[in-house]
C-alpha cells in the first residue's frame, strides 16, 4: 500500500484550524473582560449623574423657600441670572 501524503497535509490544516480558534477564543475572552469592565464604569458615572441630578433638583426646591442660595445655583448653571437691560451684548445680523 502506497502511502499518501493527504493524511499529513489534512492534519496540518486540522492543526492550523485549532491554534486560529484557540487565539480567536482568547480574544474574545479578552474582549468581554475589557467590556465588563466599562460596563462597572458606566454603572459607577451613571449612580452619580442620577445623585447630583437629585441634589440639583433639591437645591432647587430649596431656593424657593430660601432665595439666598439662589447666587450659587446661578454660577453653577441651575437658575438663570437676572437679566439686564441695556448691556450691548446683542448678537449682530451681519
Given at each position: 500500500?502506497?502511502?499518501?501524503?493527504?493524511?499529513?497535509?489534512?492534519?496540518?490544516?486540522?492543526?492550523?484550524?485549532?491554534?486560529?480558534?484557540?487565539?480567536?477564543?482568547?480574544?474574545?475572552?479578552q474582549?468581554?473582560?475589557?467590556?465588563?469592565s466599562?460596563?462597572?464604569?458606566?454603572?459607577?458615572?451613571?449612580?452619580?449623574?442620577?445623585?447630583?441630578?437629585a441634589?440639583?433638583?433639591?437645591?432647587?426646591?430649596?431656593?424657593?423657600?430660601?432665595?439666598?442660595?439662589?447666587?450659587?445655583?446661578?454660577?453653577?448653571?441651575?437658575?438663570?441670572?437676572?437679566?439686564t437691560?441695556?448691556?450691548?451684548?446683542?448678537?449682530?445680523?451681519?
Amino acid at each position: 500500500m502506497k502511502n499518501s501524503s493527504l493524511t499529513p497535509a489534512l492534519i496540518g490544516i486540522m492543526l492550523a484550524f485549532a491554534l486560529g480558534t484557540l487565539g480567536l477564543t482568547y480574544l474574545n475572552v479578552q474582549m468581554i473582560r475589557k467590556a465588563r469592565s466599562l460596563q462597572d464604569v458606566a454603572n459607577r458615572i451613571n449612580t452619580v449623574r442620577a445623585t447630583l441630578d437629585a441634589l440639583a433638583r433639591e437645591s432647587i426646591a430649596y431656593s424657593q423657600t430660601n432665595p439666598a442660595i439662589d447666587p450659587i445655583l446661578v454660577s453653577v448653571g441651575l437658575k438663570p441670572g437676572p437679566i439686564t437691560s441695556g448691556s450691548g451684548n446683542r448678537p449682530s445680523n451681519r
